[in-house]
């Protein structure tokens, strides 16, 4: 019954930004920590943002300063802010829910996941 649902994704120019969306349903949303990873071709999936319960943040060093991740617990919602898109931010990115409220940055500590958003960047 438990549903994350992406959106928002598509394809912009370097320098643009996009803003990806999180809906989850069939679950308590408030007390769960949510996290962002992305999967590039030929690529590990890797671990971009993170936020807890109680809105405590972390955002990988690769995106640190450009990308913002936020919760909007009346919407049952996780937002990826993505601004000075690269390149190298082309990949499909997945939303995740962990069973605890705490923050984790590793991939198999989340147990909901959602089906990816693709972004692309071009040159």
């Known amino acids: 019954q438990v549903q994350l649902v992406e959106s928002g994704g598509g394809l912009v120019q370097a320098g643009g930004s996009l803003r990806l969306s999180c809906a989850a349903s069939?679950?308590?949303?408030?007390?769960?920590?949510m996290g962002w990873f992305r999967q590039a071709p030929g690529k590990e999936r890797e671990f971009v943002a993170a936020?807890?319960?109680?809105?405590?943040?972390v955002h990988a060093d690769s995106v640190k300063g450009r990308f913002t991740i936020s919760r909007d617990n009346a919407k049952n919602t996780v937002y990826l802010q993505m601004n000075v898109l690269k390149p190298e931010d082309t990949a499909v990115y997945y939303c995740?829910?962990?069973?605890?409220?705490?923050?984790?940055?590793?991939?198999?500590?989340?147990?909901?996941w959602g089906q990816g958003t693709q972004v692309t960047v071009s040159s």
């Open positions: 069939g679950m308590p949303f408030d007390n769960k920590a």
């Open positions: 995740a829910a962990r069973t605890f409220g705490d923050i984790a940055t590793v991939r198999s500590q989340y147990y909901f």
């Open positions: 936020i807890a319960w109680n809105d405590y943040r």
